[in-house]
């Protein structure tokens, strides 16, 4: 079972910037894919920013200029970087990793039990 551990979510004004971590327990290797999701009180989760397993990564319309995704491997580390950010970016942010492409959900709603291992959420809160 792999662990995944967020980080670096707080509370900054419109225009700021903030910079997510996730650790993984476990090295994982490049069948799985990684991503970022969000969630809105009330609502379900949605993907933000995903790398799929062959390096493609896809962002959701809103984020796209604003946030990058990255992977370190040999840190087993993911990261998003977020700039610009406005009070609509306001929700809990969840790293996640799945055997399976996660590009395909970016800007769509996910059920937590479709995607394998999921961080514990870190929020982020804009104001404006």
């Known amino acids: 079972q792999v662990q995944m551990v967020e980080s670096g979510g707080g509370s900054v004004q419109s225009g700021g910037s903030l910079t997510l971590s996730c650790s993984a327990s476990?090295?994982?290797?490049?069948?799985?894919?990684v991503a970022w999701f969000r969630q809105e009180e009330g609502k379900e989760r949605e993907g933000v920013a995903a790398?799929?397993?062959?390096?493609?990564?896809k962002y959701e319309e809103s984020v796209k200029g604003r946030f990058t995704i990255a992977l370190d491997n040999a840190k087993n580390m993911l990261f998003l970087k977020m700039n610009e950010l406005k009070p609509e970016d306001t929700a809990m942010y969840y790293c996640?990793?799945?055997?399976?492409?996660?590009?395909?959900?970016?800007?769509?709603?996910?059920?937590?039990?479709?995607?394998?291992?999921w961080g514990q959420g870190t929020q982020v809160t804009v104001s404006s």
């Open positions: 476990e090295y994982l290797d490049s069948t799985y894919s």
């Open positions: 790398i799929d397993g062959d390096g493609t990564t």
């Open positions: 996640a990793a799945d055997p399976g492409p996660l590009t395909v959900v970016v800007g769509v709603p996910v059920p937590q039990g479709n995607v394998y291992y």
